[in-house]
């Protein structure tokens, strides 16, 4: 599989969502949950561990194309990690950015980093580049703190460009 033009936001969500489950099976990942989208109210119901959402993509493609060569997107996918009081606070926050930084900041190894993605009924290991769907930026943002003193995340972006043939 790969991404798919008519499903392209939910592809390209749906395979970083996979890639950073994939980390959960060791330490310190294995300490978080990985959510797919902003969190709403369920996730916040079970706020049992700290957890990271992978939010729906943005389109930043410049609008220009080239007839007869491929097509890019360029796409802005908001990550975030969220902690509460209860599971670490602002030590674990600062593992879980600075494992989001390992991870996306050396592009070469993380578009070559073998994962499991499902592709229609199976499960297949895959890399972000046989996805054609290859990071190209990684940015921290800012630390967020809620009003109630209780809740502290932080956001990150990752900038992905996609590839179709026309």
């Keep these: 599989?790969?991404?798919r033009r008519n499903r392209l936001f939910g592809d390209v969500r749906d395979v970083l969502v996979d890639l950073l489950e994939s980390k959960t099976?060791?330490?310190p990942w294995d300490r978080w949950e990985i959510v797919s989208g902003y969190p709403n109210e369920t996730v916040f119901e079970k706020f049992l561990k700290p957890f990271i959402f992978v939010n729906s993509p943005i389109d930043k493609t410049p609008l220009k194309h080239q007839g007869g060569t491929a097509f890019n997107y360029v796409l802005e996918v908001q990550l975030g990690a969220w902690v509460n009081i209860?599971?670490?606070?602002?030590?674990?926050l600062s593992i879980m950015t600075s494992e989001l930084l390992?991870?996306?900041?050396?592009?070469?190894t993380c578009n070559t980093l073998t994962f499991d993605t499902e592709t229609d009924t199976e499960y297949s290991d895959t890399t972000l580049t046989?996805?054609?769907c290859p990071?190209?930026?990684?940015?921290?943002?800012?630390?967020?703190?809620?009003?109630?003193?209780?809740?502290?995340?932080?956001?990150?972006?990752?900038?992905?460009?996609?590839?179709?043939?026309?």
């Design 25 to 27: 099976s060791a330490s």
């Design 130 to 132: 046989a996805m054609k």
């Design 135 to 166: 990071i190209i930026d990684f940015k921290l943002g800012r630390f967020i703190p809620y009003p109630d003193d209780k809740q502290l995340r932080q956001d990150a972006v990752v900038i992905v460009k996609t590839n179709f043939s026309t």
């Design 1 to 3: 599989m790969s991404i």
């Design 86 to 92: 209860r599971n670490g606070w602002e030590n674990e």
């Design 102 to 108: 390992a991870l996306f900041d050396n592009r070469y």
